[in-house]
Every structure is written in structure tokens, then in C-alpha cells.
């Protein structure tokens, strides 16, 4: 069996004819007969119901065709190896964070004019984990709440991964121009509890969520205050910048008031109890690729 065959197979289904799939592949009509018939030969099925209007494929055809075409995917992919050998790759992995994809995106126009492949996924805590335990991504970003952090980095080791902090942050009331609360300074537990909610995807790392954190320190009643949840960043924004629902998030996750009409109001007595960092693996370094792309984000918090 050739790939030659597949390739000619799936061609006639996929174009309807013969004739067609000649075109297509710049080759003759009957060469293309000759060829399947070849492959129904050596497979010992016939692939076609052949008749005065056309083809039609066969039961065992569409089994042929459903496998044929997976190979030849496949094959596609091997091929392309060899073209991505003199690329650079950056996976990443990060909670959703306007102020990230803005610093993603600057850091793309940057290297512009370099052969770079990038990967930018964004999800929960256990999600950037889950990526960086099963090496689809090389660094994850997250924010942790303090009370939570020793815990963290020990569920890391099981995983041969390391945590590296790049700023201490706090949790903050993010709110557009909609809210009653858009002017205040800092917010207290008795006026948070007046805000309907925009939440991200929780988990067990939710900074709202854990019950050492947030709901002892600052309760949120999730169940009657979270009126949206969603893992997109722009259902987040959108929702700030058209109603009155507010967002409670660490500033650096979340830190969209420098590009928007967005307000961050921090939450009373709660400074400094968000640790923003990376996750890497402890084995081996970072590519330079991805060590640049650490300091450019170090730099860029600076500023």
C-alpha cells in the first residue's frame, strides 16, 4: 500500500468524482481508476459502488476513507517537523489577565521580524498545572493567595515544578463607570456585599473562593452575589464596562485600569495577600526564549 493510493482515494471522495479529484491533482482520469482499483485490489474490498452516474463509496469504503484520512494528517504534520527546526516555540500558560495578553502582545510585536511559534492558554490555577505537569506549556502564570501559598508550592514538588514570585499583590473590587461604587476609595465587607459579581472559573486556588482567604477575611456569598461566570477575560471586561456587576481579582490578574475606564478599588485591610509569579519545572532551565520573555514581564511590572 502507498500513500499515493490514499491520497488519490480521499481526493475522489472528497471532490465527488474522479474526474474532479484529476483535476485537483493534476494527473489524468483513468490514472486515477487504475490507481484505486489498484488499492481495492491489494485490500481485497471494493471501495466504490461504481455505476452509470458515478461512484458511490461502499460500507468498507467509508471505513477505508475515515483511516485514510487520519494517516494522511498525520503524515502532514511529520511534515512540517523539518520546516519548524530553525523556530523558536514559547508555550505559556496563564489565569486570565488583560494586563498579560496586553504585555503577550507586546512582547509578539517586539519579536516581529524573528521565526517564533507561540502557545498563550489561559485557565484556572489546576488548569496551568495540569499544563505545566504534562509539559504543554514551559511557564504558567498565577496568582496565589497567601494563606494558600505554602500548600501550593508543596503540591508543585509532587510535580516537580517550582513556584518564582515576581510581585506581591492585593485583591481589588474592579468596577466601570456603570457601578454606584465607581468613585470609592476602598471598599469594606458590609459594601462589597451590595455588588452582583463577574467571576472567574473557580477552583480549589480561586483567590475568591478558598475559605482561608477571602470568605474569613472578606466573605463573598458566592451563591447569591456571582451573577456571571465565565473563563474569558473580554466577557469579563465587557460585562465592567457595560453594567454594574464588579469583579473581585488581584490587581496584577486583573489590573485593567490603565487601559480602560475600568476602576480597581482595593479591599480594605487585604494588601499584599496575592503572590503573582510563575510555575517552571525544576528540572532543567528555560529556553532562552522563554528567560527573556520572564524579564521583559519583571520589566514591564517595574514600570
Not at 473562593?209 to 451563591?223: N, T, V
Not at 453594567?243 to 490587581?251: I, K, L, P
Amino acid at each position: 500500500m502507498k500513500l499515493k493510493q490514499l491520497q488519490f482515494f480521499v481526493v475522489s471522495v472528497d471532490m465527488g468524482s474522479f474526474k474532479k479529484a484529476a483535476e485537483v491533482l493534476y494527473t489524468t482520469q483513468p490514472h486515477i481508476s487504475k490507481t484505486i482499483k489498484a488499492l481495492e485490489q491489494e485490500l481485497q474490498i471494493e471501495l466504490f459502488n461504481r455505476n452509470a452516474s458515478g461512484v458511490t463509496m461502499t460500507e468498507e469504503g467509508k471505513q477505508v476513507y475515515a483511516y485514510a484520512s487520519s494517516i494522511l494528517q498525520q503524515v502532514d504534520v511529520i511534515e512540517k517537523v523539518g520546516e519548524k527546526k530553525n523556530s523558536r516555540t514559547l508555550y505559556i500558560s496563564s489565569v486570565p489577565s488583560s494586563r498579560l495578553a496586553s504585555l503577550f502582545a507586546r512582547f509578539c510585536q517586539l519579536k516581529k521580524d524573528e521565526d517564533i511559534r507561540y502557545q498563550f492558554m489561559e485557565g484556572t490555577v489546576e488548569e496551568i498545572m495540569w499544563h505545566m505537569h504534562h509539559r504543554t506549556s514551559e511557564i504558567g502564570f498565577v496568582c496565589i493567595s497567601q494563606r494558600q501559598l505554602s500548600g501550593f508550592i508543596h503540591q508543585l514538588e509532587h510535580k516537580r515544578l517550582e513556584f518564582h514570585l515576581l510581585k506581591k499583590t492585593e485583591p481589588c473590587l474592579f468596577v466601570g463607570l456603570q457601578s454606584p461604587l465607581y468613585e470609592a476609595g476602598t471598599i469594606d465587607p458590609a459594601a462589597l456585599a451590595s455588588v452582583k459579581l463577574v467571576q472567574f472559573q473557580e477552583d480549589f486556588y480561586s483567590i475568591s473562593s478558598h475559605p482561608g482567604h477571602l470568605k474569613e477575611d472578606f466573605p463573598i456569598d458566592q451563591a447569591d452575589q456571582t451573577a456571571v461566570v465565565t473563563n474569558s477575560d473580554n466577557v469579563v471586561m465587557s460585562l465592567l464596562e457595560h453594567t454594574e456587576f464588579g469583579n473581585v481579582s488581584s490587581r496584577i490578574a486583573g489590573d485593567i485600569s490603565k487601559m480602560s475606564q475600568l476602576r480597581e478599588i482595593p479591599l480594605a485591610d487585604a494588601a499584599d495577600g496575592i503572590s503573582f509569579g510563575y510555575i517552571k519545572r525544576k528540572q532543567g532551565d528555560l529556553s532562552p526564549l522563554a528567560a527573556e520573555y520572564i524579564a521583559y514581564v519583571k520589566n514591564e511590572l517595574k514600570a
